[in-house]
């Protein structure tokens, strides 16, 4: 879901979405401080609650004060009231940590989710970009007290940025966790729309995002790969897609799109296979 929801495009690619077999959407109390969650509570109306595996997020800042933020069972609690209250439903089927909170007793984090397992408010807690020290010691905890782990973990992956494998992947499948994975395309890196130049105005002149992928060298792996798809006569982006789909432990994949032109696009991924060979000759285009 995007953080700034536009309401006539959002109805158009939330409803194709739904129409192609598409149930999971992610959302967040954060995302356009929390429109985002409204938006699409107003758009999935009419649709059977019990097809659809809503998920949203709690940690990031959405006030000012200090009970805005945080995984403290208060805020958590609060939280939750408010995202159900947005979207217009009674329980969530996964609920994320978006972050960690180092101010909070993991102990009281654990509990929290636990407590609204019990009560029917939500089906599973997750985690985004914990640590792998803190998934281990919430699971020993636990698996000591008979309590609720996370299920989940939400980490950025994609072609450029490949740290989960060494250090999330294998610690998820040992925890039998899933891997709901964000940043699929680089932030749009890897459709290939910034290799020759990077508007100012676009996504791809933040400063993060040109920090990150596309200085001279990540942009010339973009441009290889981007060759490399059209020789395979594929789109860059759905092939990226399709390479996560392929990779071991990948449960989903989040993407977003602002136009149903754009969801069609990504999910043409779902119908490219890709032998061993290729997966690996598309990883060489990164490794130089």
Request: glycine letters at 8%.
């Amino acid at each position: 879901m995007g953080r700034q929801p536009e309401q006539t495009p959002m109805k158009r690619v939330l409803r194709l979405a739904y129409d192609r077999g598409i149930n999971h959407f992610d959302l967040a109390d954060s995302y356009a401080n929390g429109e985002a969650e409204k938006a699409f509570g107003a758009h999935v109306l009419g649709i059977k609650r019990e097809s659809l595996v809503i998920a949203s997020k709690v940690a990031l800042p959405v006030g000012d004060g200090p009970n805005d933020r945080g995984l403290s069972r208060k805020h958590i609690t609060e939280s939750l009231s408010n995202t159900l209250r947005n979207i217009g439903t009674d329980y969530l089927d996964v609920y994320y940590c978006h972050r960690e909170d180092s101010s909070t007793p993991l102990e009281e984090t654990l509990l929290t989710m636990n407590d609204l397992i019990k009560q029917g408010k939500i089906h599973y807690w997750g985690t985004s970009l914990w640590s792998p020290k803190s998934l281990k010691k919430v699971h020993r905890m636990a698996r000591k007290w008979g309590l609720h782990p996370p299920r989940v973990e939400q980490p950025p992956y994609n072609l450029l940025n490949r740290w989960v494998e060494r250090k999330i992947v294998p610690l998820t499948a040992r925890l039998g966790m899933g891997l709901a994975v964000w940043s699929p395309l680089a932030g749009g890196a890897l459709t290939g729309k910034y290799n020759e130049n990077i508007p100012p105005e676009t996504r791809g002149g933040s400063t993060d995002l040109v920090d990150q992928y596309l200085k001279p060298k990540p942009l010339q792996q973009i441009r290889i790969f981007c060759d490399k798809a059209h020789q395979l006569g594929h789109a860059p982006a759905p092939l990226a897609l399709a390479w996560l789909l392929h990779q071991k432990g990948v449960t989903t994949v989040i993407t977003g799109a602002s136009h149903p032109s754009q969801l069609e696009q990504n999910l043409s991924a779902l119908d490219i296979s890709l032998s061993p060979q290729t997966l690996r000759a598309l990883r060489r285009c990164f490794d130089h």
